[in-house]
């Protein structure tokens, strides 16, 4: 198959090497894509965010699925453009990625749905914001409505500051106020036709810069699959997904499908699992970032059939997607001053040492192959993945291989998947 992968990022290269193990000797092309992809698949320069210069390039060369990586490219329409001149992709058009882009969308298709998720309220002035915290209570949970890079989400104890994030998201698409919900995350990824769903493995992602939790959020510093408490809470893993795929995954895409708007892509469903049963914080229209990059490792049967079948609605005749019982731990190399202000430009060495650990590889995210050699152009820089037969081994591995990366000023959190590793 000749397949067009848009993005950048090192949850592209990881859907690339995917499709790399498959053995099946598929021709990848990679829209912009990174000095890593490039090891991996054709670099194509095009804009990824257009949808006429997308459409035209599969058309032209006969490409016969493109994957949409991030989520820019489906606000934008490209699914849409493509879907239009009858090219298979894998990625919702732009109305249904509104379950991404708009909380308050995300919410009316969960009333909708009668699928668990904290009780909201929209605000479009001050005063409603305050009354709305007043009757949720403290902490306080205030989240921007568009999308807002990641720094949409305040959950504080502090009043003034939940007024005050309100404020700065008020005239830029409004605020939903939100109760407070408490538990272990899970984020868990379906694959959609836009009327059958395929579930994927679960995984956890550390969303804090710092160890502990401590520090600003940010894109995400490492992530781990699968997650081996949810036997001792749900009997087993597959009892869980089967529960999450009935009572979120079905009835939010049946919703859409009824609405005129079938989501067709991978449905991320990013859930709290409170006293009160699982509920949903959040959707997302795209892969996780980085959880990709530990679910797709441990993924056996052919990613390329999955999101084919997605692509052409026929998922029905698809078996379920089956993973390799070793697990999958994740660690960001993050630059100096990520996430505020990450100072770029700088040279990385030691990639090579790092991957021939054994069962380590690399995903890129922000790096350019310059005269000087491979440098840093962005805060997350590319992940460190080890698979292992335990998260102790994993964990043990995926360290190795980041001690023997040099980044000047570099961070990286240490505690990715020590509560489990035991
Ligand atoms: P979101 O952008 O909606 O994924 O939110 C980012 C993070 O904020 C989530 O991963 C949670 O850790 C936290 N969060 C969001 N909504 C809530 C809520 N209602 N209660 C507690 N924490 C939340
Ligand atoms: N890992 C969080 C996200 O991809 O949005």
Known sequence: MKILVLGSGAREHAIILALRAEAAGHEILAAPGNAGIAADATLVTLDPNDPATVTGYAFENDVDLVIIGPEAPLVAGVADALRERGIPVFGPGKAAAQLEGSKAFAKRIMDAAGVPTGRAARAHTLDEVAAALDEFGAPYVVKADGLAAGKGVIVTEDRAAALSHAETYLPVGGVLVEEVLSGPEVSLFFVSDGDTVRPLSPA?????????????????????????????????????????????????????DVEGTPFIGLLYAGLILT????????????????????????????????????????????????????????????????????????????????????????????????????????????????????????????????????????????????????
Do not use: C
Not at 214 to 237: C, I, K, V
Not at 282 to 308: I, K
Not at 309 to 327: I, K, R
Not at 384 to 413: K, N, P, Q
């Open 275 to 422: 006293d009160d049963g699982i509920k949903v914080i959040e959707f997302n229209a795209r892969f996780g970032d980085p959880e990709t990059q530990v679910v797709l490792p441990r993924l056996t049967s052919p990613l390329s059939r999955l999101l084919l079948s997605a692509a052409s609605g026929t998922l029905e005749s698809e078996p379920q997607p089956e993973f390799a019982a070793d697990v999958a731990v994740t660690v960001v190399l993050a630059s100096e001053g990520y996430p505020e202000s990450p100072v770029t430009g700088r040279p990385i060495r030691g990639v090579d040492d790092a991957a021939s650990v054994d069962g380590v590889h690399l995903t890129h995210a922000a790096t350019a192959a310059q005269d000087r050699g491979l440098v840093a152009t962005g805060g997350r820089v590319l992940n460190v993945v080890a698979t292992g037969a335990d998260f102790a081994a994993a964990r043990e591995r995926a360290y190795a291989a980041i001690e023997r990366i040099s980044l000047e000023g570099a961070h990286f959190r240490t505690d990715i998947a020590a509560r489990v590793a035991g």
């Open 204 to 256: 956890q992602d550390f969303k804090r810069a710092y160890d502990g939790d401590a520090g600003p959020n940010t894109g995400g510093m490492g992530a781990f699959s699968p997650l081996p408490w949810l036997t001792d809470r749900f009997g087993s893993e597959a009892d869980f997904v089967a529960e999450v795929t009935r009572t979120v995954a079905e009835p939010v895409i049946r919703q859409l």
